[in-house]
């Protein structure tokens, strides 16, 4: 078991589960979060108490800082889970997401490689680093295509997915070129508590809550499989202490539904703890569709079944209780989700990065 973890973006949506997992089961972590607009340290508050937790701000694109939080930690792993990554905000301003997920990656594992050469000959054998990675790095599936494998070959087609498959490369070429024991983590949609409201679970509890109506880009037919954040930390955790240099794991939450059927079990889930709309109509008749986004994916999915073998995982959150405690959730800290979607500013694209 790896006992010192650093964490980058650990008070992301991703990274502060992984992190309060970590800390839970008795590892020290540093967290290292450049604190930009979808980060939400009150998401690791809980584990400021431990004394297992330390937090240093910085941007994973400063070398130098990265360098020398590496030397002061001397972690004996890494969970690289900061990204830019709304697919929304990639059209509109690519360059900030080659910034931190292409160039940040590369900075980071160059620090990582030189930190990693100076350890003992034990200490580097058991060292890893884990890249967070995607499933929409292999592109788009039709509707009755087979899941994308281990083998399938990268084809993104967003600048958030060519962003994501650029980190990937560099953190493969560093292992292939000097030995650095990398290995990546391909993720499907993930959704819990914490997460920022542009994505489509919270961005529609949200709107509902506002009285505002929920979009759909197109018909709402595009397909994606969910897995509760819960099980992504619990994969990570998992990939960081048994993954060998090279690994590649995809986990999926075999939960494939079309964005309109997840819109509307939202909708649902609201109207059975809110009541129905004034006049008794269901929230449903709020859904409208708008224009489709550029190049909008239609359908991802994974097969994970390697990785359930080689690593004993599966997840332990079905759907329906997953998202039903992320509306739960969601209402029951309304504050934290106003304030949120406040700061993102709601109604900028914003129909969930999906």
């Not at 360098?67 to 792993?77: H, I, M, T, V």
């Not at 890249?131 to 788009?140: L, N, Y």
């Amino acid at each position: 078991m790896k006992r010192r973890t650093l964490v980058t973006g650990g008070c992301g949506f991703i990274g502060s589960a992984l992190t309060r997992r970590l800390v839970a089961n008795g590892r020290d972590v540093l967290n290292l979060d450049a604190l930009t607009y979808a980060a939400s340290p009150e998401a690791v508050a809980v584990c400021e108490t431990s004394g297992r937790y330390a937090f240093r701000h910085a941007d994973i694109c400063d070398a130098d800082t990265v360098s020398e939080a590496l030397a002061a930690f001397r972690p004996d792993g890494i969970v690289h889970c900061a990204a830019e990554t709304h697919v929304d905000r990639s059209i509109d301003a690519p360059e900030a997401f080659l910034r931190t997920n292409a160039l940040g990656t590369e900075r980071l594992l160059s620090a990582t490689l030189a930190y990693w050469r100076r350890l003992p000959p034990e200490e580097r054998e058991n060292f890893r680093f884990v890249q967070v990675s995607t499933d929409e790095v292999f592109g788009a599936l039709g509707p009755d295509d087979p899941p994308f494998t281990a083998a399938s070959p990268y084809a993104p087609r967003s600048p958030y997915a060519a962003s994501k498959a650029a980190g990937d490369h560099v953190a493969e070429a560093l292992r292939a070129t000097f030995g650095l024991p990398t290995l990546i983590v391909h993720g499907c949609n993930a959704y819990g508590p914490w997460q920022a409201p542009e994505k489509l679970a919270p961005l529609t509890i949200a709107r509902l809550r506002a009285g505002e109506p929920p979009e759909l880009y197109g018909d709402g037919r595009q397909r994606r499989d969910w897995l509760f954040v819960d099980d992504v930390a619990e994969a990570l955790e998992r990939a960081l202490d048994r993954g060998a240099p090279g690994d590649r794991f995809l986990i999926a939450g075999g939960a494939e539904r079309e964005n309109r059927e997840m819109v509307g079990l939202i909708c649902d889930l609201v109207d059975a703890r809110l009541g129905p709309l004034p006049g008794g109509a269901a929230r449903r008749t709020l859904i409208r569709q708008v224009a489709d986004r550029p190049g909008h994916d239609f359908r991802y999915a994974l097969d994970d079944d390697a990785t359930r073998a080689a690593l004993g995982w599966a997840p332990r959150v079905g759907f329906g209780e997953g998202l039903a405690a992320t509306v739960d959730w969601c209402l029951e800290n309304a504050g934290w989700l106003d304030a949120a979607s406040l700061r993102l500013g709601r109604g900028r694209r914003g129909l969930g990065g999906v």
